[in-house]
């Protein structure tokens, strides 16, 4: 049997392949639009179909949950959580901030996690226990310390405006805080660089697990924290996340719970 960190490895970087071709010549008949602010493309479903396709001939027996099929987060001995192309609306603009997102959960824990930048042919990847890397050179967190130091990663929560009113706040008060912020539109691109350092710290509203689940365990791997908004670890169920270096991350955690009263959400 194949080791699944290979698989997913290949399979994220067939599928990038794929991606990355079509980059820039999208048309209007190969877009659906699923719902207000959220797209999917011709291209997802192609990149999804080859990664299913390709993990089923080593692991048929295994579990699948994508975000352009199935969904459902089932307690299997072996989940596959996958998103075959974060950055969709990225993807379309022709914005260059898009990747492939591939985790392996076994028994509840997510034990493989792979991020693939076709763009710039960089492939995030992380085993339980066995560190992070980037195409073979280990990475680790930031070493940055003081808040006001520190750049920090968002997203805007575009599809649920009910939280908008409180993600400004929180908005408003890292303005105030840190060095900068920035959006790149890709939670698995923000996670990955909180995992080689490029950025201090990451947090998002109601994001998915295939949003999420690779590039938790590569910051766990890099010597990062990772949790919901309370501090704990529900974030794959909640979707709010904040990650970070442990300092930059427990600072994060106090501004959150300062500003929203302990409550996630």
Known sequence: MREPLIVAMEVAQSAGKLIKEKVGSITNEEITQKSFSDFVTKVDL?????????????????????????KDYRMADYLWIIDPLDGTTNFIHGFPFIAISIALMYRGELIIGVIHD????????????????????????SSTKEPQFSLIATGFPFRNKQYVSNYVKIFHQMLHSVNDLRRAGAAAIDLAYVACGRVDGFFEYSLSPWDIAAGTI?????????????????????????AGNPIIHKFLADKFKEILGGVNG
Request: no cysteine; aromatic share 10%; hydrophobic share 35%.
């Open 118 to 141: 076709p763009l710039r042919n960089e492939t995030f990847y992380a085993e339980k226990n066995s560190g992070a890397f980037l195409n073979g050179k280990k990475i680790k967190v």
């Open 46 to 70: 192609e990149s999804e179909k080859a990664i299913i396709t390709n993990i089923k001939k080593y692991f048929p027996n295994h579990h699948i949950m994508a975000e352009e099929s199935s």
């Open 218 to 242: 590569l910051i766990k791997e890099a010597g990062g924290v990772v949790s919901d908004f309370d501090g704990k670890d529900n974030y794959l169920l909640t979707g709010n996340i904040i």
